[in-house]
């Protein structure tokens, strides 16, 4: 029983588990937002298994693609793979599970969302393929994992709708550019081994610039979201404070001064999707 705990263990920690916080509490306000309330526990748990099974499965997936890559970064090394901590077969079989999760949830939704599940796993497994090929692949990962947020609003109206389309958009501007601040720290690894990055290609001064302005669409975004789902102050307030997150965010993190980047990465993202999930929630309620 031990071992079967410690190896589950180490299997969350090599899809990095605790990362599920940044997407999954913006499939919830997806969820919220298109009910306009509590949309039911059968939604809602369907919604969480696609979500999980969604990102475990993309996660894996993208371990198992990188190893190599991983092992010849100094900063990556010590991952399971390199380190042999797990073999190449549980982490595909990892995979297999968490996009069969995705498939069963898909499928007890609405026809839309089963009929979207081809969509969304080309992207979910060709992410870890763009960064051999270009610097865009920061927002090829934002659209993807900002798709969650359509998720969660389809499988309450089964429809696509403006709001769905200014929410996504937010999401996905929000995850590229966080996820160009984090790539700053392989940036010269990155140019010596030929990965396609913000950073590697037009250096870390302009690649904080782009994060920024990648922010700042999503600030727009979400503002936009709440004009076009007619939400409360609430939500407005929550959008607020959201950008103040930002903005703190990029204060952390300078050309000149790198050390930051984990603190702005994930304690400052994990208060923006929890905090937008917390003023959805409340303004839904109100």
Known sequence: MVALSNRLKTYLELVRFEHTLFALPFAYGGMLLAA????????FAWVTLAMVGARTGAMALNRLIDWRIDAANPRTAGRHLPQGLVKPGE????????????????????????????????FLVGYSYTKRFTWLCHFWLGLTIGAATAGGWIAVTGAFEPALFALWAGTAFWLAGFDILYATQDFKFDRAYGIHSVPARFGIPTALRIAQAAHALTFFFFLLTGLLSGAGGLYFLGVLAVGGVLWYEHRLVRPDDLSKVDQAFFQANVVVSLGMLLFILLDTLA
Request: hydrophobic share 70%.
């Open 91 to 122: 982490v595909l079989a990892l995979a297999v599970v968490g996009l069969l999760a995705l498939t069963l949830a898909a499928f007890n939704l609405n026809p839309l969302t089963a009929q979207l599940l081809p969509v969304a796993v080309f």
């Open 36 to 43: 306009k309330g509590w949309p039911g526990w059968e939604i």
